[in-house]
């Protein structure tokens, strides 16, 4: 394996974590993440080659796709890291030297350079030392070198030495390590597209856990799709071994029973309540253990210690809070590192269910009371009809809604700003009618239906769902595709 030069080989290291398992543990959890390396290469087009040594897990792949196959291979969870290698069959010192000297004489060229070397199983087919190699390699190498140099190498050449083998390579791969996906059970995660559940949900899959979403649509569809963006890149990128699906749930008759009949300052947590019985009575269909959320504490109002209580309180299941004590930044971090942030940044957090004086504390006698004048049926009514997406099948490409969406405002519209009064004040369109969002939700019925109406806000997202609302009511609706970040730059001289 790895000879052949149109192919490339990879040396895979475990996790830490996994190397200290008991020996029926740590099999199956190898098992396991054989299997997610497995699904890896055939997503990327590669037929799985792969077999294991000692601590080590070595794969191999055409060498043109080297690239994306790596990167591929790095995000699998339970690596440490990995490296391209170049493998020599030596039986000697003398040996493993030469094959150095070939493989990083033009490397190290007028350059400074060290020697790593590492020994790994059995000493009896090559009994030399690692030390005996650094030295001796390095001292082949010198001559062309600028100097040796260990702390801050221009160049490194790492040696691995196995039994019978040897693996020449300049760098290591960062593995993103934690333990392999499916070894830790199942769960179902809340998912709103926003930066927080996205985050909260690879953590989770970092710890092995398998996970289907739910989605709690407030938004209408093109909440629904920027969504569904989210968990399909969650789910390409670091679902190997899995097929998680997305239960998108319409929650606007719900919404519309708790704006109807609750005490406003409760709607937070109420809603979040709903949504976790939801995802509670899905979570019976999917066998899962758990729910998780992106919730932090007192990152908003309804994130309160109290409020997170209550909110837990309405769950048959452990809801689960990796982000619990993270800082936005960090969050933010994270979603970068994993891919999600500029999706999530597009998406944002959406609700139609703000309160001027949310409750920061309630108690949950009072979140009872306000229950007990809701539709308990409703909830049936949502799971039953909710629609469910394969992920890993899901065709992005044909989202879009060109007939909602315009980036320019054409000659004669009516256009509304629904963004905040302050958000207004400091920029807007010229001759814009200034309706905040919410207020809009409700007075949309009344506009006359003679005018072509051109709505844009922050992101896109608000706009989008009430062009998608006014339709529905035979007004001539349009939103602007990004929103104010469109119109920006479109007026930028």
């Not at 699998?76 to 003398?94: H, I, M, P, Y």
């Not at 790994?120 to 650094?134: A, F, K, L, T």
């Not at 004086?357 to 306000?370: D, F, G, H, Q, V």
């Not at 969002?437 to 844009?456: C, E, G, I, R």
Request: aromatic share 6%; with cysteine.
């Amino acid at each position: 394996m790895g000879d052949d030069p149109t192919t490339q080989l990879a040396l895979l290291r475990l996790g830490g974590e996994i190397t200290i398992k008991a020996p029926a543990t740590r099999r199956q959890f190898v098992n396991r993440l054989l299997r997610n390396l497995g699904d890896a290469l055939l997503s990327e087009g590669a037929a799985p080659s792969i077999r294991r040594s000692h601590d080590r897990i070595f794969v191999e792949f055409p060498a043109l796709d080297a690239g994306p196959i790596s990167g591929a291979l790095s995000r699998v969870f339970g690596l440490q890291s990995l490296s391209l290698v170049e493998r020599r069959d030596v039986t000697s010192l003398d040996e493993i030297v030469g094959a150095g000297v070939e493989l990083f004489r033009d490397a190290v060229r007028g350059r400074r350079f060290a020697v790593r070397a590492r020994r790994v199983g059995n000493r009896q087919r090559i009994p030399s030392h690692s030390g005996d190699v650094e030295r001796q390699l390095g001292a082949a190498l010198l001559p062309l070198a600028a100097r040796v140099d260990l702390d801050h190498p221009e160049v490194t050449v790492h040696v691995e030495i196995l039994e019978g083998e040897v693996y020449f390579f300049p760098s290591r791969i960062s593995g993103t390590g934690g333990m392999p996906l499916g070894t830790g059970g199942r769960a179902l995660a809340l998912l709103s597209g926003g930066f927080d559940s996205a985050v909260a949900a690879w953590q989770m899959q970092k710890r092995g856990v398998g996970l289907d979403y739910v989605f709690c649509n407030l938004g209408g569809r093109t909440h629904e799709q920027g969504v569904l963006r989210v968990a399909k890149l969650l789910a390409d990128r670091w679902s190997y071994g899995e097929r998680p699906r997305l239960h998108a749930v319409d929650f606007e008759p719900i919404s519309a029973e708790l704006k109807k009949h609750t005490t406003m300052r409760y709607w937070q947590v109420l809603l979040k309540r709903q949504m976790l019985r939801v995802a509670d009575r899905i979570g019976d269909e999917r066998d899962v253990v758990a729910l998780v959320t992106g919730e932090a504490v007192a990152q908003v109002s309804s994130q309160t210690l109290q409020n997170l209580a209550v909110i837990s309180a309405a769950s048959a299941r452990p809801v689960l809070r990796p982000l619990v004590g993270f800082n936005k930044d960090e969050i933010i971090a994270l979603a970068e590192r994993i891919g999600t942030f500029e999706l999530s940044k597009v998406v944002g957090e959406y609700c139609a269910m703000v309160s001027s004086k949310p409750a920061t504390a309630a108690s949950e006698a009072a979140i009872l009371e306000e229950e007990a004048k809701l539709d308990a049926s409703l909830l049936d009514a949502a799971v039953a009809s909710r629609s469910v997406h394969d992920l890993r099948k899901l065709d992005t490409e044909a989202f879009g809604f060109p007939d909602l969406e315009v980036t320019e405002i054409p000659e004669g519209a009516t256009v509304i700003d629904l963004r905040s009064k302050n958000e207004f004040a400091s920029w807007h369109v010229e001759d814009a009618l200034h309706l905040e969002f919410s207020k809009a939700l409700h007075a949309f019925p009344s506009f006359d239906a003679s005018q072509h109406y051109v709505l844009y806000c922050e992101i896109g997202l608000k706009s989008a769902h009430l062009a998608e609302l006014m339709r529905e009511h035979d007004l001539d609706a349009h939103h602007i595709r990004g929103g104010i970040r469109t119109l920006r730059k479109a007026a930028a001289p």
